[in-house]
C-alpha cells in the first residue's frame, strides 16, 4: 500500500524559507515519480515541481530559481525546500506519486496516490 504523509509547512513572513518533506512508503522511487502540487483557496490546484525516476527535475515557472525538489539521501522521502517566499505562495501543499510520461509530468491527474496536504501560509 502507497502511503505519502507531508510535513513541514507553516505560516511564515514573506522572504522566509521553508522545507517540506514527503514521507513515502509502498513504492521504488525507481518505478515512480514523486511531484509536489497546490491548491490556494478557490483555485485549483497547480503544479509545483517533480522529481522523476531519472531523478531529473521540473519546475513551474513560478517555482523556478526559488524552489529545490529533492530526494532524501538515505530515507524514503522527498524534500521541497521553499526560499524567498511571497505571499501568493499561500496554499494547500501535496505530495503525489505517479508514473506519468514526461509530456504529461505536470498533469495531476497522471498522479495516482496523494498525500494529506499540509498548509503554507506567507504574510507579508
Known amino acids: 500500500q502507497v502511503q505519502l504523509v507531508e510535513s513541514g509547512g507553516g505560516s511564515v513572513q514573506a522572504g522566509d524559507s521553508l522545507r517540506l518533506s514527503c514521507a513515502v512508503s509502498?513504492?521504488?522511487?525507481?518505478?515512480?515519480?514523486v511531484g509536489w502540487f497546490r491548491q490556494a483557496p478557490g483555485k485549483e490546484r497547480e503544479f509545483v515541481a517533480v522529481?522523476?525516476?531519472?531523478?531529473?527535475?521540473y519546475y513551474a515557472d513560478f517555482a523556478k530559481g526559488r524552489f529545490a525538489i529533492s530526494r532524501g539521501s538515505g530515507e524514503n522521502a522527498v524534500h521541497l525546500q521553499m526560499d524567498t517566499l511571497k505571499p501568493e505562495d499561500t496554499a494547500v501543499y501535496y505530495c503525489?506519486?505517479?508514473?506519468?510520461?514526461?509530456?504529461?509530468?505536470?498533469?495531476?491527474?497522471?498522479?495516482?496516490?496523494w498525500g494529506q496536504g499540509t498548509q503554507v501560509t506567507v504574510s507579508s
Open positions: 503525489a506519486v505517479g508514473r506519468p510520461v514526461l509530456s504529461a509530468i505536470r498533469n495531476a491527474n497522471m498522479y495516482y496516490t
Open positions: 509502498g513504492i521504488t522511487f525507481s518505478g515512480h515519480a
Open positions: 522529481i522523476n525516476r531519472s531523478t531529473h527535475s
